[in-house]
């Protein structure tokens, strides 16, 4: 097992210094400075990418559900009723909208799930991969819901939502066991080894540890008070699926990392000032790198902000072609004034795309107002009120 530490504070201390005015450091690391008014820029999706519709049959009541899509492939999708108060049942669909199949193996038992707050499928394989948050193992399950195996965590390691598939073989996953203890602590008395995040590279068949990374955090508390104290970390995503490896971030540093198959390390986007630089805050949050372009969420956190808390973001967009940065206003043309943004949290991704979920009520008050037209006018047409949800497939042009 190879982990690395060091080398990667040396890296991100050297971007600090040559970012603090925007200046691109040696090698042309593109840089968002959020102090910057740029423009919003309309873009139609259909220009960006090819635009198709989606609806999940419902023909078969038990195939209606109240989830999310949480894994796209070639020829599958998948939906889970994840969360804390999950009905934990898992669906299949194929990519035309028919029902496959279904599972819930929700419970206690030892070939059972607690929750579904990360769901991933490798369908060569036919392999679900369920974690659970706070466990120390993923279970693994057939598409039919036979509990194939259990892969158990690293020592001492636990599992939050962060788990990305990295290729055939491998899943990365984001330890959140240190994070846990730093809601008490006084930052300052931190050693540099507990300021550090840490990542693990294991086997899809038996979760032997491939590689494992630790990358340094700044001093600081992102997230949300309550009577002065620490209630809750701010929503962050660490792990984001690229067609070359995975984007890394930690907000707290504002800097975007790519860790490629070859198992490098390297930044590929850095935000100034530092989130620390200026009050209130702001932070980068990780950005989504599709076609031509890269997707980023950008929040202002101010300090003794109190539960719940509720924090602005601004959503950009960066042509990698030209380097320039805009506002998102994505624009769809079969849906008059439906505006769309894609991020971290934004959108539902996969690895040619990203798909939209749009509300089949809201739809049927568009379509009676006449705001729809084409193909989507077309299949809203069809659909009864209590149907599943449509959604909106983006694959993005190179």
């Known amino acids: 097992m190879k982990t690395t530490h060091i080398s990667y504070v040396i890296v991100i201390t050297t971007l ?10 040696q090698g042309g690391l593109p840089c968002i400075d959020v102090r910057k008014n740029y423009p919003v820029k309309e873009v139609l999706l259909t220009d960006i990418a090819d635009v198709t519709y989606l609806y999940l049959n419902s023909n078969a009541d038990e195939y209606l559900y109240s989830g999310n899509i949480c894994a796209v492939t070639e020829n599958t999708i998948v939906v889970a009723e994840g969360g804390y108060r999950s009905r934990g049942n898992v669906f299949f669909f194929d990519r035309n909208g028919q029902p496959k199949s279904r599972f819930n193996r929700k419970g206690n038992g030892p070939q059972e799930y607690r929750n579904l707050h990360k769901v991933l499928y490798d369908e060569r394989a036919d392999d679900v991969f369920i974690a659970s948050h706070l466990d120390t193992l993923i279970r693994v399950y057939s598409s039919t819901g036979m509990h194939k195996r259990d892969i158990t965590l690293p020592s001492r390691a ?52 491939l590689d494992s990374l630790e990358l340094p955090i700044a001093p600081i508390f992102l997230g949300i008070y309550h009577k ?84 602005p973001v601004k959503y ?25 943004v894609i991020g971290p949290f934004s959108g539902i991704r996969f690895e040619e795309g990203v798909l939209f979920e749009l509300d089949l009520l809201e739809l049927k008050e568009a379509y009676a107002e006449n705001k729809l037209s084409g193909k989507l006018k077309e299949l809203v047409a069809t659909l009864k009120a209590d149907d599943n949800n449509v959604f909106v497939i983006a694959e993005f042009k190179y």
């Open 228 to 311: 002065e104290m620490r209630v809750s970390a701010i929503g962050k995503r660490l792990l984001i699926e690229s067609t070359q490896g995975v984007l890394i971030c930690n907000p707290e540093n504002d800097t975007v990392f790519l860790y490629g198959k070859d198992k490098s390390l390297s930044p590929v986007l850095h935000k100034t000032p530092l989130a620390d630089a200026t009050d209130p805050m702001t932070y980068l949050n990780n950005c989504v790198d599709m076609g031509n372009y890269q997707f980023m969420e950008v929040y202002t956190v101010r300090a003794g902000d109190v539960f719940p808390g509720v924090f």
């Open 16 to 25: 600090a210094i040559a970012c603090t005015s925007c200046q691109r450091p």
């Open 316 to 340: 950009y967009m960066r042509d990698k072609g030209t380097g320039e940065i805009f506002q998102q206003k994505l624009l769809l043309p079969d849906y008059l004034g439906k505006e769309f």
């Open 158 to 209: 636990k599992m939050g939502n962060e788990l990305v598939s990295f290729d055939d073989s491998s899943l990365i996953f984001y330890d959140v066991s240190k994070e846990i203890n730093r809601f008490d602590i006084d930052y300052k008395n931190l050693s540099t080894n507990d300021l550090t995040s840490r990542f693990f590279l294991i086997s899809k068949s038996d979760g032997a540890v």
